[in-house]
């Protein structure tokens, strides 16, 4: 379970306005870290089931909540996996050309810049 410090910070970097608290980035942002420390747990306790359904069911709703911010504003979903470092597979993404075209592009700049 996060502390309430981190999860504020997740919150300030990630909200849309001032007095945002729950927006798909900030819930995908704190279930992100979730996710991490649960993975983290498991590792060292392999036999803690109850932990490992936890685990399933927040990688469902991140998953869902990720498909949703997808159909509806996919520079804030391109924008989101980026900051987060995401993996997500090809066959998911609806324009998945686009993405990974803006990502060649960045790293282009990158390494121009220096």
């Not at 980035?25 to 060292?44: D, F, G, N, P, R």
């Not at 050309?97 to 220096?114: S, V």
Request: glycine fraction near 2%; proline fraction near 0%.
């Amino acid at each position: 379970m996060l502390d309430k410090k981190k999860k504020l910070k997740l919150v300030e970097q990630f909200r849309t306005h001032k007095s945002d608290t729950g927006s798909c980035e900030v819930q995908v942002a704190i279930l992100t870290e979730e996710i991490k420390e649960l993975t983290k747990h498991l590792k060292s306790h392999k036999k803690d089931v109850s932990s490992r359904r936890g685990l399933l069911a927040k990688v469902a709703l991140r998953h869902k909540l990720l498909r949703y911010l997808e159909r509806e504003d996919e520079k804030r979903f391109l924008k989101l996996v980026k900051a987060l470092k995401l993996k997500i597979a090809k066959k998911e993404l609806k324009n998945f050309e686009d993405y990974f075209e803006a990502e060649a592009e960045e790293k282009e700049e990158l390494e121009d810049e220096k």
